[in-house]
């Protein structure tokens, strides 16, 4: 699975929109793009995940470049909740075996009052 | 929907005992549950791979002879830490997918973990 890299911190002011950046340049061309979150001494949240087109849901958007080397999370209006530690992840779709997830770092977003 | 419940939350016992964790997939069924560990302040590490029906598969450096994994039903697989010893204390994570997802791009949903603080 290709590697992704994230910026290790963010703050963004409650009620703006928080946008989180995660760089896949060697993403192949079955690989989806995953995002969670994760709050303190919590297991992972799934949020969203996409292909090429950008998608959009009750919690966030995903915008994929055209070229899928980059993608941004978008939160559209940030709360004191979203404060978390946020992984994109990208893995191969559709396959029976190697189905785990392979996390980084991740970006820690502050969401400040 | 796609509910993971972990079970005990939070566990403290003594060195040398054997502690078992639980997850369940509530509105699922899972042929593939995944058990992660997370060190304070480190992100997720995936430990093994749990198939039901069959033994497990290990992440390389994670002893199978530590890390008991039963994956006896669709909906449930256990993880049992055979003589914890204080270095074992963790947060331990599982995670699933809805077996109808097995051949999509459905996403994994995590449990809440469970603490485990061995003394």
């Known amino acids: ?113 | 929907g796609a509910v993971v419940s972990q079970h005990p939350s939070w566990v403290i016992c003594k060195s040398g005992t054997s502690v078992k964790i639980e997850c369940r997939s509530l509105d699922f069924q899972a042929t593939t549950m995944f058990w992660y560990r997370q060190f304070p302040k480190q992100s997720l590490m995936l430990m093994a791979t749990s198939n039901e029906g069959s033994k497990a598969t290990y992440e390389q450096g994670v002893e199978k002879d530590k890390f008991l994994i039963n994956h006896a039903s669709l909906t449930l697989s256990t993880l049992t830490v055979t003589s914890a010893h204080p270095e074992d204390s963790s947060f331990y994570i599982c995670s699933a997918r809805d077996l109808q997802g097995i051949y999509s791009n459905q996403p994994q949903h995590f449990g809440d973990g469970t603490r485990l603080s061995i003394l």
């Not at chain 1, 993403?27 to 087109?53: A, T």
């Open chain 1, 1 to 113: 699975d290709a590697k992704t890299t994230q910026p290790p911190s963010m703050d963004c002011a409650e009620g703006r929109a928080a946008n989180l950046p995660c760089n896949h340049s060697t993403i192949s061309g079955n690989e989806y793009v995953y995002w969670y979150r994760q709050i303190h001494s919590q297991g992972p949240q799934y949020i969203i995940h996409g292909l090429k087109n950008n998608e959009t849901n009750e919690m966030a958007s995903l915008i994929i470049t055209e070229d899928r080397k980059s993608s941004t999370l978008i939160l559209p209006h940030a709360t004191l909740r979203d404060t978390a530690v946020y992984y994109c992840i990208v893995r191969v779709g559709g396959q029976t075996g190697a189905n785990n997830l392979f996390f980084g770092t991740g970006t820690r977003l502050t969401v400040i009052p």
